[in-house]
């Protein structure tokens, strides 16, 4: 089962994240470029002007790269063509060779324009991880040499997505969005003023402006919302960058690179919800297409059933989210219904298959046609009601809830892949983000 984001709990990044205090009265700023933002070396040179900026603004800068757009996947399939049954420390070697490419050409753009820079992989900052190879978690870091570099005036331009495991010296990835992780975790560890995210948008929205033109660019949104948003659907983020951003208090902006260098807006401010004088109800609405529905029919309700039917699919690494259990009269059998990854679907049925006389069940039944939309918004907190708004006007539309989920500051509903536009828009009105 899915933990609530209150219950997470965060690898250790204790006085390995030291902050800086190189006796330079420079501010610090973390700037991060995905894929799309240095796609070719035209792109680059693009992301060079957006640091000079900064660098003539006064910073001491670091830059986190990713690999060129479509490097990796290109990476991962040279790995599987060599051997399905690939050696995995061996693999993050491969796909970590992306971002040293990228951080090496930035670092070459950043001098043909007059400014002092150098590369540096993940092992030489060294940013220290787990040994969980293309999976892995960051330990701590030690900012002594990018102090060092900062003192001789050097943009540090650092390989995004990689880490080193020091009792194997072996290279980690950090896994798909690493790169936001490693940029924020960078933030910390050298005490910089702010983290910004460069994207191919120019900001986080109140929802998808693809599903509803009407969408707005948010100035601020908190922590807390934006790990919901992340976590049920928004891809703006990687879910443990903002995770980190709210543990160590890292403002973090979402910016776009492809806006002139020299009149670059500002983004969305990600920061603490004091920082924000006024707070809508909700602040926005979310939607995963990324979902399957099982039920078990006529499970036998007893003490323990719970924990044989979600206990194996917990030892599988399978993720389980929304769930709903419906008593019969006779309070002898239940009908259990939860949700799971749609890529996890066929295993989980696989796996209650085998477990079927040891739970006690009917019969199973699945869809994949379904949609989770979700409501977030910390001014859930101070106001009832919010989620019965939404139900009513669902309902006026149609639209029938297969299940519900609530928190603090959020509630979301299951409903049929068919009308993931119309609850979007319905909702996205209701709660007045049209106007915001």
């Known amino acids: 089962m899915r933990p609530r984001h209150s219950d997470v709990r965060l690898a250790a990044l204790p006085d390995r994240l030291d902050t800086n205090r190189s006796g330079r009265d420079m501010p610090r700023l973390v700037m991060k470029f995905g894929g799309t933002s240095v796609a070719n070396v035209d792109r680059i040179r693009n992301v060079a002007r957006h640091v000079a900026r900064e660098v003539a603004a006064g910073y001491d800068v670091a830059v986190v790269v990713s690999a060129m757009s479509g490097k990796t996947n290109e990476l991962v399939g040279w790995v599987k063509d060599a051997n399905t049954l690939y050696d995995e420390a061996e693999y993050d070697t491969v796909v970590a060779s992306g971002e040293q490419v990228t951080s090496g050409l930035l670092a070459v753009a950043l ?72 940029a924020v975790a960078v933030a910390a560890a050298i005490g910089a003023e ?61 910016r776009s690179s492809f806006d002139p260098p020299d009149a670059a807006r500002p983004g969305t401010l990600i920061c603490d919800e004091d920082d924000i004088v006024e707070q809508q109800i909700i602040t926005g609405i979310a939607f995963s297409k990324d979902e399957a529905q099982i039920t078990l029919r006529a499970v036998k309700d007893s003490p323990g059933v719970a924990a044989a039917i979600f206990g194996p699919l917990a030892d599988a690494n399978i993720n389980v989210d929304m769930i709903i259990q419906t008593v019969s009269g006779d309070q002898s059998t239940t009908d259990m219904t939860f949700t799971v990854p749609t890529a996890d ?14 739970i006690g069940y009917g019969q199973i039944e699945g869809a994949t046609d379904v949609v989770k939309v979700s409501a977030i918004g910390v001014g859930m907190r101070s106001h009832a009601g919010v989620a019965a708004k939404a139900f009513r006007a669902l309902a006026q539309k149609g639209i029938n809830i297969r299940a519900i989920t609530t928190s603090e500051i959020k509630f979301s509903v299951l409903i049929d892949a068919a009308y993931t536009e119309l609850a979007v828009r319905t909702l996205h009105s209701l709660y007045g983000l049209d106007q915001a």
């Not at 540090?156 to 495991?165: L, T």
């Not at 660019?217 to 990687?238: D, P, Y």
């Not at 679907?345 to 040891?358: M, S």
């Open 345 to 358: 679907y066929e295993r989980t049925r696989t796996i209650l298959d085998g477990q079927r006389e040891t």
């Open 111 to 182: 001098r043909k324009d007059g400014i002092k820079a150098r590369s540096w992989q993940g092992w030489q900052i060294p940013i220290e991880t787990s040994d969980a190879h293309g999976s892995a978690r960051i330990a701590g870091i030690d900012g002594a040499n990018l102090d060092a570099g900062f003192k001789r005036g050097e943009v540090a331009v650092i390989s995004g997505f990689q880490g080193i495991h020091a009792e194997t010296g072996r290279i980690t990835t950090l896994g798909r969005g690493g790169s936001d992780t490693s």
């Open 194 to 254: 702010r983290c910004d995210i460069y994207t191919d948008v120019d900001g986080v929205y109140t929802t998808d402006p693809r599903v509803v033109p009407k969408a707005k660019r948010m100035e601020r949104v908190t922590f807390e919302e934006m790990l919901e948003m992340a976590s049920l659907g928004a891809k703006v983020l990687q879910v443990r960058s903002v995770e980190l951003a709210m543990v160590h208090r890292v403002p973090t902006t979402v």
